[in-house]
């Protein structure tokens, strides 16, 4: 595997290399001794599945607030997404903005997400799977999020109509995000190098 930087603190993607035989191919898609060498430090507390039947199903932007933010990896298995992130670390130079990228069950890629980060996706196929690695237990009383289209974000969907998409009412109904109050503050800073 093969870890890549992406324009946000901390965050990475990871290019999984598959050893292909007639038989089909092996590819790790995880090493805690490579992302290590990389500056990651990341321990797997849960291991997620999400199926999502419809394309253009949106979940996010999910995050959980200190002492329960979590560092993920996320990877398609079948199907495909555009991934987004948002920096929320009132200490990082990139607070406030925001990366997105297509994971696919073809390309090999994953996108480490690090603590202080809103995560979201958008389904590019139906019947769509992510795996999701967490470093930290989903702890509901710290959940929170920020709309898909809130304006203190510039985030960019690839949907031209929007009235195609399929998203939860607690995901409509996030407060609007206000950059000078809502970052969160990570004591001892991000666990990514």
């Not at 555009?82 to 994971?103: A, P, Q, R, W």
Request: glycine share 6%.
């Amino acid at each position: 595997m093969i870890i890549k930087s992406v324009p946000l603190n901390n965050a990475a993607v990871i290019e999984r290399k598959p050893i292909q035989d007639s038989r089909g191919y092996f590819a790790r898609s995880f090493c805690k001794k490579t992302l290590a060498e990389y500056g990651i430090a990341f321990d797997v507390a849960q291991a997620s599945v999400a199926f999502n039947q419809y394309q253009n199903t949106l979940r996010g932007m999910h995050f959980q607030r200190p002492p329960f933010c979590e560092d993920k990896i996320i990877s398609c298995v079948s199907g495909a997404i555009y991934d987004v992130i948002i920096d929320l670390n009132k200490e990082s130079s990139t607070y406030g903005e925001c990366f997105g990228i297509t994971l696919t069950e073809d390309n090999n890629l994953s996108l480490v997400v690090p603590k202080g980060f809103a995560h979201g996706y958008l389904t590019l196929q139906p019947n769509t799977s992510i795996e999701y690695l967490v470093s930290e237990y989903y702890t509901p009383s710290h959940e929170s999020g920020i709309r898909w289209n809130d304006t203190a974000f510039l985030l960019e969907w690839p949907i031209t109509d929007v009235s195609q998409l399929i998203i939860s009412n607690k995901d409509k109904q996030w407060n609007d995000f206000d950059l000078d109050k809502n970052g969160l503050f990570l004591s001892g800073g991000n666990s990514h190098g």
